[in-house]
């Protein structure tokens, strides 16, 4: 019998599989059918790099299965990308978008990130209050005292409200989306498959860092 998490794991090989396939030309990406061209061009400063910010939430089965191969694709990312995690926001994704600008400020995104990714989808609780957020975080060896101090900053007040309008700004209503260099949105559907997503993402990081030479 296969359980959700084996079948999980099994189509999460053969994504990794299919993302170490070269791309036979990147010419096959279409604008308006592969990805999104945002109306407006958005002024980052990142100088020759090329941003890559990823939409997601805690809650997300997609985004969570996603994450494998967001680990392999920063292995072999183009140079030009720099890579940006930022909770999408919708009100009721309040509380995880608050968690994740948390355990950035106490430098624990590394730490925690994945296991707290885990902790959603795999258990019977969604850590969807701050009660279990805050147990889950001490049980982690993270003081009470400092994550709460965190949690009710001014800095992450301000990232959760930057959130809320890059969210609007380049229309993110389903996640995972990634918005490259402020100007494309990918997302797996129009891309047609999460691996699909990542390869039109080196597509766009490779064709726009042609452009800033």
Not at 146 to 173: H, P
Not at 184 to 192: K, Q
């Amino acid at each position: 019998m296969i359980t959700k998490n084996l079948a999980v794991r099994i189509a999460t090989v053969l994504a990794l599989l299919g993302l170490l396939l070269p791309v036979a030309n990147g010419a096959q990406f279409i604008e308006g059918q592969h990805y999104i061209e945002m109306p407006f061009s958005d002024s980052l400063k990142t100088g020759k790099k090329v941003e890559v910010r990823e939409f997601f939430w805690y809650g997300c089965p997609h985004c969570y299965r996603l994450e494998p191969l967001l680990g392999e694709w920063l292995k072999t990312k183009p140079k030009a990308a720099l890579f940006v995690r930022t909770p999408a926001f919708l009100p009721k994704w309040e509380v995880h978008a608050r968690l994740y600008y948390s355990l950035e400020s106490l430098n624990k995104v590394d730490a925690l990130h994945g296991k707290f990714f885990d902790s959603v989808q795999n258990s019977k609780s969604k850590m969807s209050n701050k009660a279990d957020i805050v147990s889950f975080i001490t049980s982690n060896g993270v003081s009470k005292a400092e994550f709460l101090k965190a949690w009710d900053s001014f800095d992450v007040d301000k990232k959760i409200r930057i959130a809320l309008q890059l969210s609007q700004k380049y229309g993110i209503r389903s996640v995972p989306n990634m918005v490259v260099d402020g100007r494309y949105v990918v997302g797996a559907d129009s891309a047609g498959s999460q691996v699909k997503m990542m390869q039109v993402v080196d597509y766009l990081v490779n064709k726009i860092a042609k452009e800033k030479k």
